[in-house]
């Protein structure tokens, strides 16, 4: 298993050429990650895949709830990708499932992401949010993983 896996376009910033899409079929039917499942078949078509400097603009959640629930879907979805293809796992995804057994530890960093913050950006108010925001990022994620792994009875 690699330890950080290649990149995978998403497709609210992907354009897609009608032959690819002819040659390997459209979106699959999960309900989140079938952006990273549509491009890993790209890639394994071996279809030319470039990264241009294009703007994307594009919603993000609102509140730190909506931000935890979007992350636990993410989890669930890398466990169905590697149901799929097992080189869509890598050891970077088993992070969040680390930080969310070893929660209390993990606590620790949150001070020095918080002087971090301060330092980079020269400004307290977002570094605020991250006691709520980082917890939020790798328990929804970890949480989400470990529950996909547990549930039998999930839709591919």
């Keep these: 298993m690699k330890i950080k896996g290649r990149y995978y376009p998403r497709s609210f910033n992907m354009g897609v050429s009608r032959e690819v899409v002819d ?17 890993n078949r790209i890639i394994k078509s071996g279809a030319k895949v470039v990264q241009s400097s294009a703007f994307v603009y594009h919603k993000r959640r609102s509140t730190v709830w909506s931000f935890f629930k979007q992350t636990f879907r993410w989890g669930r979805a890398r466990v169905k990708l590697y149901r799929i293809d097992r080189d869509m796992l890598c050891v970077i995804h088993l992070l969040p499932v680390v930080v969310t057994i070893f929660f209390p530890v993990f606590l620790l960093v949150i001070p020095v992401a918080i002087i971090g913050c301060v330092i980079k950006y020269r400004e307290i108010k977002p570094a605020l949010w991250l006691p709520l925001v980082i917890p939020a990022m790798f328990m929804g994620y970890g949480l989400g993983f470990i529950y996909e792994i547990f549930n039998n009875n999930s839709n591919i």
Excluded: A
Excluded at 26 to 39: A, T, V, Y
């Design 23 to 39: 040659k390997i079929g459209g979106f699959g039917n999960l309900r989140n990650g079938q952006d990273i499942e549509f491009s």
